[in-house]
């Protein structure tokens, strides 16, 4: 609250100078206050998901007599390493949600005046913004999916433990670091896989003057089915799709190898360190195209920031 | 120095011309009434001179160029507008917090002061605020920066006369010093007569009246004509005329004092009647 008493300087020198200020800091905090989403709906994901798993695994723990020792952990760790999905998914589905209103909505509201009577400049608002799609939604759901993960287990342990069991080959079936770290690579990768997918979204944001869900959704369709009309090609459209499903792709060697259906004993599931194949990832140009975009798209926004009116 | 400098400002709209070719200076340490109808192009003035839209044109704002030095520029200027409202979701502790935490020149005990004269709870949301309130909060925010120029345009616009009337007064009281400059429009003229130094008329994109108060007050003289007086009152060569209970009232430009105290009641115009006269005269000019 007291600038002065934290910057003693400032009562002596004749203006009272630049107080340290964080532009960026208060700016991103000033999108969470506004957007309550961005914690609330992961947030009632993640106490769902709790309780849903948590069902699971004490209803199991009246069946649990009757399973092998194996079953039984297996049974008890498969709500644990599904649990983290449903909670990615949700921010991400919020990410989309909040990038196209990001820069509407501050003009619709009138607000955007107020905020540029103040010494923010457009650049610092529009990456705070953007910092929330790419930075502070992954972090509240990693940081939710390790909660729940370690709530889930502290269950799973007791109910071993009431069956007279050692939970340890649990912690071992549950691999929690390993799944934390595949975790964040997966989820890494699809933030940086996606970022031209919010780029566009917040470009438009700033551009449309109504209706910017639309703007968002028809111009590539529109340029999809142009395409396949006049060309009779779908090169745009699964651009489009491979934009979407990309990052599985290429960020994981099953997924990339059951797509060429060559992976042997492939399930379907990620639970190895070995899938992780961060050099095809980084060597992928769909990668790198994206974020060329995603930054011209965001450096198009700051433009149109400074630029456009209220509407 | 002057805070602000134009020379040649314009701006237009497609075919629409809001500005054409403005040419200003106001110095530091004045409260500047800047009047015009709807439409004259009073609020594209004011965001030319906060940056907020391009210009053709040579303007300066505290020496610097507003639209290519806009972050800069916006440190030392504060602004409100009956447009430029506060964001409904949030609460007054939250908006204290920002503007502690990105404004140099705000200080936070100041506005605390101030807000601790209103009703306005810090836990309250914007939207849970009447108008007065809003606007009694937004004051206390720009009252607490250390701002060299301060914008109002249209700041009372809505609210009773009351909370107009305390918005002047503290403006005037707790804020204005030699210092400081004020850029206000408002249509409520009358109110801020006893505020302003100095006075600006526009319409259609042009300034088509300067002066400061002592000027005003100087150059200009409203006569109340006794009826058998009126033809000698039209000699002198009035700019303006109008009835009030079928009495004339003469407004008169650089006249003699003594010839008009022989005519009537002698007394200082309102700006409302003179920009009443000159508009009115530009219009018959115009036609």
């Known amino acids: 609250m007291n600038n002065v008493a934290e910057f003693p300087l400032d009562s002596q020198g004749a203006p009272p100078m630049m107080a340290a200020t964080r532009p960026m800091y208060w700016s991103i905090r000033r999108e969470v206050w506004e957007n309550r989403s961005i914690t609330m709906a992961p947030l009632i994901v993640a106490a769902v998901v709790l309780f849903a798993s948590a069902i699971s695994t004490l209803v199991l723990a009246s069946r649990m007599v009757r399973l092998d020792a194996a079953k039984q952990y297996a049974s008890v760790v498969k709500p644990f390493s599904i649990a983290p999905a449903p909670i990615m998914f949700t921010t991400i589905l919020v990410a989309f949600v909040y990038c196209l209103d990001a820069l509407y909505g501050e003009r619709r509201d009138r607000s955007i005046l107020f905020w540029k009577s103040l010494p923010v400049s457009d650049r610092t608002t529009v990456l705070a913004k953007a910092a929330i799609p790419l930075a502070v939604l992954p972090l509240i759901a990693i940081a939710l999916s390790i909660v729940v993960q370690i709530l889930l287990l502290q269950l799973g342990t007791m109910v071993v433990m009431g069956h007279g069991r050692s939970p340890a080959p649990l912690w071992g079936e549950a691999r929690f670091f390993q799944g934390l770290v595949i975790m964040v690579y997966g989820l890494g990768a699809h933030v940086l896989w996606f970022a031209p997918i919010y780029g566009w979204l917040m470009l438009v944001s700033a551009w449309a003057r109504r209706a910017p869900v639309l703007w968002a959704l028809l111009p590539p369709l529109a340029i999809s089915a142009v395409e396949r009309i006049t060309f009779g090609t779908k090169f745009f459209m699964n651009m489009l799709q491979y934009r979407v499903t990309g990052a599985m792709k290429e960020a994981f060697v099953h997924a990339s190898a059951a797509a060429k259906g060559s992976c042997a004993g492939c399930d379907g599931n990620i639970d190895r360190l070995s899938q992780l194949d961060p050099a095809r990832l980084l060597g992928a140009p769909g990668l790198w195209v994206g974020l060329l975009f995603a930054a011209a798209c965001f450096a198009v926004a700051v433009r149109l920031r400074r630029n456009r009116e209220p509407i | ?287």
């Open chain 2, 1 to 287: 120095m002057a805070c602000i400098e134009a020379h040649g400002l314009r701006k237009t709209f497609g075919a629409t011309v809001a500005l054409d070719g403005i040419d200003l200076r106001v110095e530091e340490g004045r409260i500047l009434g800047l009047i015009g109808p709807n439409g004259a192009g009073k609020s594209t003035a004011l965001n030319a001179i906060l940056g907020l839209t391009p210009y053709q044109g040579d303007l300066r704002v505290l020496g610097r160029d507003p639209w290519t030095e806009r972050d800069q520029l916006v440190r030392d200027v504060a602004f409100i507008a009956d447009v430029a409202v506060l964001p409904r979701w949030i609460r007054v502790s939250q908006v204290l917090d920002f503007l502690a935490g990105v404004h140099p020149r705000f200080d936070r005990a100041k506005a605390e002061r101030f807000l601790a004269r209103t009703s306005v709870k810090r836990t309250s949301k914007v939207r849970e605020l009447s108008k007065g309130m809003v606007t009694q909060l937004h004051l206390a925010l720009v009252m607490a920066i250390d701002a060299r120029l301060l914008v109002l345009d249209e700041p009372t616009l809505g609210l009773d006369i009351l909370v107009r009337k305390q918005f002047y007064d503290s403006l005037i009281n707790d804020y204005f010093d030699r210092n400081r400059t004020i850029v206000v429009t408002t249509h409520q003229v009358e109110e801020i007569q006893d505020v302003l130094t100095d006075v600006m008329f526009i319409n259609h994109g042009r300034i088509v009246f300067s002066a400061s108060m002592e000027d005003f007050e100087a150059r200009y003289a409203e006569v109340m004509v006794n009826p058998d007086q009126v033809a000698a009152a039209k000699a002198l060569g009035p700019i303006y005329e109008r009835q009030v209970f079928g009495r004339g009232i003469f407004l008169f430009d650089s006249a003699d004092r003594q010839q008009l105290a022989a005519l009537g009641e002698v007394r200082t115009p309102s700006i409302a009647d003179l920009f009443v006269a000159v508009m009115g005269n530009q219009e018959g000019a115009a036609r």
